[in-house]
Each structure stands twice: as structure tokens, then as C-alpha cells.
């Protein structure tokens, strides 16, 4: 069926260097993503969303890049420092449908 | 900022008992939905729920499972006759409108089924 998935489970940066998390989708009718955090015992927290009909969308240190001809999402954290350690999960809402389906998640850990 | 609360924090039940897992929702939110996160995998939908009814729901929610708004505040999920594998993070969210909005999730129920 229609999946969200990752291209690597897990990351490693040194904190300050940038981080870049990939996310591919599967089902083109997808027009709403979030990326949330998810630290440990913690829900899903948000992030950043976009619509599909932008291409980014900047936040505070963080950037949200959609490319629709691949079917490519990412998630950019500048200057990445040690309370970004956390999984990652990319969520897409199909054709304003009421649920968002999650991808498997990338845990990033920044290291000293 | 406002928050979705959930309690208990963690919950354990024999199989076979009915576990009843409650939610605050944010006050000025109208849509209210749970997921579940089994140990290490990625989260799931189950159900939506808005005017006080389901919306959406997957194949997961079962007839073992039923929501209900009982007041003007709380929002459940019960599960009638929990088996072993209903073991599981669930987490509650709700959001301010129907959809391409931020649902905004609570910090989760841990059910651990004996």
C-alpha cells in the first residue's frame, strides 16, 4: 500500500555542522506534511509543515524542502546542537483526509 | 502553549481486561484523534472523532476498541478485552480544524498488556 519512508534510520552529526533528514513518499495525492520530534517518552512533536503547493518553508534553524516531481521531502537543521538528539518522523496527510500517515523515523544524534 | 494531557502515564492490565486510556485535548481544538506507537515502530493511526463521532478510522480499531467525549474536556479510548498485543504507546491529538493543519500529540499512555 502507500507508504512514507526514510532513506537512513539513523544520523550521526558533530553539533554545530548541519543536518539534513531525507523522507520519500509514495502517494502523489499526499498534499500536507509535518516533520515531527520525538524525544524519549515524549509524543510526536511539531515541527514544521508544508503544503504542496510550496517547495520550502524556513523556521527557526529549520527548513522544509518538498519536491513533488520525486516525491522527496527533507528536513534541514542548521548549526545542530545536542537538544536536537531526538527520532525524526515525517507525516503526510492524503487528499485532506483526517489522518497522517508516519513514516518509520530517523534517530539523529549529535555528538560532542 | 497549550497542551494535550493524557493519563496515566503508564498502564498495566492483564489480558483480557478492559483498559479505558483518557485524554484533554487543547480547549479551543474540535478534532480529536488517536495513534498508537508499538515498541520501536512508527506511529499509527487508529481513529478520528469530531461532533461527537467517528470520522475516520483504521483497520486497526477494531470492535474491541470504542472513543467517547464524555464531558466538555476529556476524550477516551477504551479497549474492551485487551490481548497481548495491544501493547503499545498511545497517543492522543487533536487539532483546531479538519485537516492540512498540525495535530498536536500528548506524551502518550504506555499500555503494557500482562
Known amino acids: 500500500g502507500e507508504s512514507v519512508g526514510l532513506h537512513l534510520p539513523t544520523l550521526s552529526v558533530q553539533e554545530g555542522d548541519n543536518s539534513i533528514i531525507n523522507c520519500a513518499y509514495s502517494?502523489?495525492?499526499?498534499?500536507?506534511f509535518i516533520w515531527y520530534k520525538q524525544e524519549s517518552g515524549k509524543g510526536p512533536q511539531f515541527i514544521i509543515d508544508?503544503?504542496?503547493?510550496?517547495d520550502k518553508r524556513q523556521g527557526q534553524r529549520v527548513t522544509v524542502l518538498l519536491n513533488k516531481t520525486v516525491k522527496h521531502l527533507s528536513l534541514q537543521i542548521a548549526a545542530t546542537q545536542p537538544g536536537d538528539s531526538a527520532v525524526y518522523f515525517c507525516?503526510?496527510?492524503?487528499?485532506?483526509?483526517?489522518?497522517?500517515?508516519f513514516g518509520p523515523g530517523t534517530r539523529l544524534s549529535v555528538l560532542p | 502553549e497549550p497542551e494535550v494531557t493524557q493519563t496515566p502515564s503508564h498502564q498495566v492490565t492483564q489480558m483480557g481486561q478492559e483498559v479505558i486510556l483518557r485524554c484533554v485535548p487543547i480547549?479551543?481544538?474540535?478534532?480529536f484523534y488517536w495513534y498508537r506507537q508499538i515498541l520501536g515502530q512508527k506511529v499509527e493511526f487508529l481513529v478520528s472523532?469530531?461532533?461527537?463521532?467517528?470520522?475516520?478510522k483504521s483497520e486497526i480499531f477494531d470492535d474491541q476498541f470504542s472513543v467517547e467525549r464524555p464531558d466538555g474536556s476529556n476524550f477516551t479510548l477504551k479497549i474492551r478485552s485487551t490481548k497481548l498485543e495491544d501493547s503499545a504507546m498511545y497517543f492522543c491529538?487533536?487539532?483546531?480544524?479538519?485537516?492540512?493543519?498540525?495535530?498536536?500529540f500528548g506524551d502518550g499512555t504506555r499500555l503494557s498488556i500482562l
Open positions: 502517494n502523489s495525492a499526499s498534499d500536507y
Open positions: 507525516a503526510e496527510n492524503i487528499n485532506y483526509g483526517q489522518n497522517f500517515v
Open positions: 508544508i503544503r504542496s503547493n510550496m
Open positions: 491529538a487533536s487539532s483546531e480544524k479538519r485537516s492540512n493543519q498540525p495535530q498536536h
Open positions: 472523532f469530531y461532533n461527537n463521532e467517528i470520522s475516520e
Open positions: 480547549s479551543n481544538h474540535l478534532y
